[in-house]
């Protein structure tokens, strides 16, 4: 299919006024509320999966983190959903709480209830339950602001494969899972660590960022679990023993699966999904041990925009999509983003923002716009394969769109570009 020009979405930005910049003493405050779903509740994740949940392995949790710097009150919430875009969270928590901005991430978790009616004022039970206990959340968590340090770290894991193999003939092939390890290309096996901790290195919340797919467990589980995630942040927690919240912000996994994928439950799929997650919690603690104290007034710029792209195969509608950006300190970069993004998408933004780290969040859903489902590269697209050529929806070029208006962005705040002519060059 020839590439729409992506070029006019310029035209159509929306510059939201939804940016921030602060330099000062920092505080947090995180907490957490179970949002299982009933049983008998549709799961997501799996078309091939037959009935409705039988039960709960594991809670699935929403996490609040509530970052206060200045005039800057950010509110950060994870979900162990599919996916979860509540406009009526990201509204309230502004207009009642005092919020700047609130980014809502969920973990992608297959094993979990599909939040049918999110995205619009729900009439269904459950969901609202979740935007109830998410807002109450972030409330309560606001009586409980302590003083942080900032510090950011990286590690590497080696626990996934590009699901898309492109053949010598150039024709792709779905490896969905590759317990044989097969070498595949890309993959983006760094595991990026945000730590806030006490004036005594304590930690407080730690954020974990990683690019993969939370499909170890397959269509045939009908039990509620938030996945290899939740297994990893819950050995992350026991291990630091402190109280410390330890939050999973996926990557750029589009196209990225374990190598267990879809283990069947008859061959220890939670097995399985345990000793994966633990083992990227190993690779966490390993980051944490070598970082620094971190820095109690670190400067922290935040700001969102909107492009309206068309849907690639029906041009005649159109897709609006908000991303958030995130410069932490001069050092760190990070882009949310509302979609899956195949992984080459976050290897290229980090190879061209000059930052020692940049990390992509995918699923991340601002208060604005739609949710993207797949974000192709321009090669994937033209390969094909699921999520490139087919399970997409937004045009090619978009998630090279966003890349390059982010390494824009952060040149701008690094104060690498002129905002005026200099014409004595």
Known sequence: MPLRSVASALLLIL?????????????????????????????????????????????????????????????IITYDLLSFNSERVAREAKQKLGFTQVLQIASHTHSGPV????????????????????????????????????????????????????NADGTVTMLWRNAERIPTSPVDPRVGVIRFSDASGK????????????????????????????????????????????????GASGDINPYNAEQPSSEDAFGVAQKM???????????????????????????????????????????????TRMLLDKNTGILAVPGEMFVSHAIRLQDRV?????????NAYGGQGQLAAYIPTISAAMEGGYGANYATRIE??????????????????????????????
């Open 15 to 75: 510059l939201l006024p939804l940016a921030g910049v602060s330099t000062g003493p920092i505080s947090v405050a995180a907490g957490r509320v179970d949002i299982t779903a009933p049983v008998r509740y549709p799961m997501g994740g799996y078309s091939a999966r037959k009935g409705s949940s039988e039960g709960t392995h594991d809670p699935l949790l929403a996490k609040v983190l509530l970052i206060k710097t200045g005039n800057l009150q950010v509110g």
């Open 115 to 166: 939040a049918k009616d999110s995205g619009a004022p729900s009439a269904d039970s459950w969901v609202h339950g979740v935007e109830d206990k998410a807002l109450a959340a972030l409330k309560e968590a606001q009586t409980r602001y302590v003083p942080a340090r900032l510090s950011v770290g990286q590690g590497v894991a080696l626990l996934c494969h590009n699901r898309r193999r492109v």
């Open 203 to 250: 930690p407080l919340a730690v954020l974990v960022n990683y690019a993969c797919h939370a499909v170890v467990l397959g269509a045939d589980n009908l039990q509620y679990s938030a996945d290899w995630p939740g297994f990893m942040y819950h050995y992350v927690e026991k291990q630091l023993g402190n109280g410390a919240l330890v939050y999973f912000l996926p």
């Open 277 to 323: 997650g633990e083992s990227l919690g190993q690779t966490v603690l390993a980051v944490l041990k070598r970082m620094p104290p971190g820095n109690d007034t670190p400067e922290i710029e935040i700001a969102q925009e909107t492009y309206t792209f068309k849907e690639r195969f029906d041009p005649t509608k159109e897709l609006a999509v908000q991303v």
């Open 354 to 362: 000059p930052l020692p780290r940049t990390f992509l969040v995918s």
């Open 396 to 425: 090619v070029g978009a998630g090279e769109w966003i890349v390059t208006r982010s390494v824009v962005w952060f040149y701008e705040r690094l104060g690498r570009l002129d905002n005026a002519p200099d014409l004595s060059r």
